[in-house]
């Protein structure tokens, strides 16, 4: 397959000083010229003016493909109407469900916020980006590997950022790899910065720095949040764009259900604490090794959970306090829901909605005290699984005038529709393969699948596309001779592939998140739709290598007769043939 050749980023450029965080709701006064790639004699004038920004587009027509609507949500695992959770209130989301292609089991390849998406947004694992934690920069760190967006850029798409994306900080250079990525300066809202401080209202009237935190946004900084900020810039982009010629890859970032659970406090009346139920396991499994427990730190050190005082690493929340932490991950659910809602509906205003494809999904998943943890840092289900869909106009759904309104905005506090999706997939897929997915999905060039040793290669894929799933009638399956086309090509038993690193055989206070130079374990771990299975091997810091002679714990669960993955039947014994699979699986 014939792809673009692509030069290395010299690492002066790289280390340039960084640019504004754009952390306003208006863009500062500047002007910027972006060529973009000449093999569409596109170039792109940004004037990015206090008013706003106003775009002159040199092209004579629009490129060929779909726009993109790219929407990822920080934490989010499927608890939603469209994946048969009873509880949740989440009627525009599931709206945009009964139009997609729903994939029930999606999952994350590390779940951790900054490698999870430095993942899926370049198409390549964490053993490839090298990135375990949130302290290096992939292009200088590993190699400098193409992004999604930057390949859409390329290819005559006006790239945007909104909101969290790219993991913010050293993780993406400072500037959310802008202007590699994106055609113009990622936006960030400007009460970001106020996330952790003391803006929860505690019944003492004094302000405290809470997990669980219902507010009254009129008394939040700048009478606002963050998710909220994000849906109006994202809007006022959707505005802009239904004017210009050129086609449009938005990503839209929501922080929330993202801890501290803090959201308008009027979503509390859609969850009464009566109706909220523990989780179905609660306790920390008798056979679960100690290296796969992670003791959820961060809650830990948000004064409402530190003033229960709860005993280290085991110690049980109180069960009134895990009522009020699911009951307001729910409510956050459904704040967020709001905020989708407001966005799909403005895609509806400005015509776009039958020339734009939708991709919902989230970085990865959060345990609401299954196994007696609250935190993602696992390879549970529960931490790795995600919601994830396509809209594609004409393809998921018929082909729709400009006139028809594909996603009228539904109040959560009015209605719970429950809509069906319109296809639901039961295969099992990664995060890892959305950058081919998306590439074939608009039409484009799929980048060809990674060779084994990729760090020298710009522009390459470690995930197959999903697009052969959408009809199953299409599927292909591999035979010894392999596929004659690698992006198209997949196994018989779809497999998907997880990681989380820890420091040590027993929790510790830096086991959620421990720094690249404290991993000396990884737990490498393949989900297939029967089983999940797990081992955690010695792992050398220095040159980024697994010792797979060094087994320090193994896990094995059986999805039909443990869906919570509650009972370790793990034995190296009589389980050696998965973890040979294991080893071809990551050779391969």
Known sequence: MKTRSQKWVPLSILSHTRTSNISSSRWMPTAINIALNSTHGLGLCLCLLAAGCVLAVEAAGRPDGMNVLFIVVDDLRPVLGCYGDKLVKSPNIDQLASQSIVFNNAYAQQAVCAPSRVSFLTGRRPDTTRLYDFYSYWRVHAGNYSTMPQYFKENGYMTMSVGKVFHPGVSSNYHDDYPYSWSIPPFHPSTEKYENDKTCRGKDGRLYANLVCPVDVTEMPGGTLPDIQTTEEAIRLLNVMKTQKQKFFLAVGYHKPHIPLRYPQEFLKLYPLENITLAPDPWVPKKLPSVAYNPWMDIRQR??????????????????????????????????????????????????????????????????????????????????????????????????????????????????????????????????????????????????????????????????????????????????????????????????????????????????????????????????????????????????????????????????????????IYNNTLHGHLFKKLLGFLKH
């Not at 690493?313 to 069960?319: A, C, I, M």
């Not at 905020?339 to 799909?344: H, I, S, Y």
């Not at 399956?477 to 198209?488: I, P, Q, S």
């Not at 490498?524 to 797979?548: G, K, L």
């Open 303 to 568: 004064d409402d959970v530190k003033a229960l005082n709860v005993s280290f690493p085991y110690g049980p929340l109180p069960d009134d306090f895990q009522r009020q932490i699911r009951q307001s991950y729910y409510a956050a659910v459904s704040y967020l829901d709001m905020q989708v809602g407001r966005l799909l509906n403005a895609l509806d205003d400005v015509g776009l909605s039958s020339s734009t494809m939708v991709v919902f999904t989230a970085d990865h998943g959060w345990s609401l005290g299954e196994h007696g943890e609250w935190a993602k840092y696992s390879n549970f289900d529960v931490a790795t699984r995600v919601p994830l869909m396509f809209y594609v106009p004409g393809m998921t759904s018929a082909a729709a005038s400009q006139q028809r309104r594909i996603f009228p905005y539904l109040d959560p506090f009015s209605r719970n529709l429950g809509l069906v999706p319109q296809g639901q997939s039961k295969k099992v897929v990664e995060l890892v393969s959305l950058f081919s997915t998306l590439a074939e999905l608009a039409g484009l060039q799929v980048p060809p699948a990674c060779p084994k040793t990729s760090f020298h290669v710009a522009l390459c894929t470690e995930g197959a596309s999903m697009v052969h799933y959408f009809n199953s009638s299409e599927e292909k399956v591999e035979t010894e001779d392999g596929c004659e086309d690698n992006n198209r090509c997949h196994t018989e038993e779809p497999v998907a592939f997880s990681q989380y690193p820890r420091p040590s055989d027993t929790p510790q206070w830096n086991s959620d998140k421990p720094k690249l130079k404290d991993i000396r374990i990884m737990g490498y771990s393949m989900r297939t739709i029967d089983y999940r299975y797990t081992v955690w091997v010695q792992f050398n810091p220095n040159n980024f290598s697994a010792d797979f002679e060094d087994v320090h714990a193994g896990e094995l669960y059986v999805v039909e007769t443990d869906p919570n993955q509650d009972y370790n």
